[in-house]
């Protein structure tokens, strides 16, 4: 059992930059992959970024490459993305996710099973 809590949400202004947490609880969270998801008002919840727990590579969904970075510390069972150059686009409410198959990566939210409750994110133009 993983349980997920995210922070860090706000609202910022277009080419902002905010850091968001991901607090996770469990003695196995160094084996799962963790990602990021974003859901905007009544759109999909979409991939944003994950990152493999055996040798922490990240991945990306095209539309944040080069703006955001995803980053995990398994000693503090943390999970962080930090988002730079924030878009209008990028208005939603974030999901911190963990996937039991710590070497797959998963761009489908069906591949995760453990959800936190979202932080909302709110960029301004």
């Known amino acids: 059992q993983v349980q997920l809590v995210e922070s860090g949400g706000g609202l910022v202004q277009a080419g902002g930059s905010l850091r968001l947490s991901c607090a996770a609880s469990?003695?196995?969270?160094?084996?799962?992959?963790m990602g990021w998801f974003r859901q905007a008002p009544g759109k999909e919840r979409d991939f944003v970024a994950a990152?493999?727990?055996?040798?922490?590579?990240?991945y990306y969904a095209d539309s944040v490459k080069d703006r955001f970075t995803i980053s995990r510390d398994n000693a503090k069972n943390m999970v962080y993305l930090q988002m730079n150059s924030l878009k209008p686009e990028d208005t939603a409410v974030y999901y911190c996710?963990?996937?039991?198959?710590?070497?797959?990566?998963?761009?489908?939210?069906?591949?995760?099973?453990?959800w936190g409750q979202g932080t909302q994110v709110t960029v301004s133009s």
């Open positions: 996710a963990a996937d039991p198959v710590g070497w797959r990566e998963g761009r489908s939210a069906n591949d995760y099973i453990y």
């Open positions: 469990g003695r196995t969270f160094s084996s799962y992959a």
């Open positions: 990152i493999t727990w055996s040798n922490g590579w990240p």
